[in-house]
């Protein structure tokens, strides 16, 4: 490894590491149209933003960020082209298989969430490989959206909470919000402290609903292919800028 790339991994000297968030959260927005803009297929551009990712996991990583969540494909992402859908399951399966050594070495804990039993069978085991493989690891939790939606993950606590109920396990009273998060995806996770979002929309397309309640925001126009460590940089420099209120003053 070169001085350069040394040099790189440290935290910026004018981000203070007492202020930094313990989760971070990003929706992965714009590759179709930075692919676009060069004439290119749709496809080109989830290829691209597949390392993009991979950079910014080590870069959380070397900067001593404990949990990164990204949403890699909604609810909503099936009413896409058959063969874009296809492309992306197949996507997601060959990159698992590629870096599943290399997040074993860099001491990685992957989780998925969402709806995985209808994602292609495949693509399941190879999730659950993953998972199993990596679970003792203290290093980054990372935790991939795949077929996720904000409101199926409520939905799915809320049946497993009556489900209790009406077996006589818990009292109605009892279901408070600590006992509600523990029956979301995100369970192991505490909430993210901050949501980039790439490529300029203001919405959370059904990304982490609950969860988000107190996420400071942060929307750049940059698309995801382009978004790079000086990018990261300057969205944690805008989190560390804001002030945290929690509803006091
Ligand atoms: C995000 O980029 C990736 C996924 C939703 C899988 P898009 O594919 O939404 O790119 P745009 O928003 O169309 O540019
Ligand atoms: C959100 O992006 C989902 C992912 C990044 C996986 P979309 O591109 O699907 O969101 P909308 O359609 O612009 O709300
Ligand atoms: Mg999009």
């Not at 609903?209 to 382009?226: G, R, S």
Request: hydrophobic fraction near 40%.
């Amino acid at each position: 490894m070169n001085n350069m790339q040394t040099l790189l991994q440290e935290l910026p000297s004018d981000l203070d590491q007492d202020l930094l968030p313990r989760h971070v959260a990003v929706i992965m927005d714009g590759n179709g149209r930075w692919a676009k803009r060069r004439g290119l297929p749709r496809i080109m551009g989830h290829r691209q933003g597949v390392d993009v990712l991979k950079n910014l996991l080590r870069c959380c990583r070397d900067w001593g960020i404990k949990a990164l969540t990204a949403y890699a494909f909604s609810t909503e992402n099936w009413g896409r082209p058959l063969e874009e859908v296809d492309f992306l399951m197949t996507l997601f399966e060959r990159v698992l298989v590629r870096e599943l050594q290399e997040m074993m070495e860099e001491n990685v804990r992957i989780q998925f969430v969402g709806n995985l039993s209808s994602l292609p069978s495949s693509l399941q085991s190879q999730i659950y490989r993953s998972m199993t493989l990596t679970k003792d690891n203290q290093g980054i939790q990372f935790t991939v959206a795949t077929n996720y939606g904000g409101r199926q993950e409520i939905l799915q606590a809320c049946r497993a909470l009556a489900t209790q109920v009406q077996q006589g396990q818990i009292q109605p009273d009892q279901i408070d919000e600590a006992l509600f998060s523990r029956h979301l995806y995100t369970a192991n996770v505490c909430d993210p402290d901050l949501l980039i979002r790439t490529s300029g929309e203001m919405r959370l397309s059904n990304f982490l609903l609950w969860q988000m309640a107190y996420a400071e925001l942060y929307i750049t126009d940059v698309y995801w292919p382009d978004f790079n460590r000086q990018q990261f940089h300057k969205a944690l420099s805008a989190y560390q800028q804001r002030e945290r209120r929690f509803g006091k003053i």
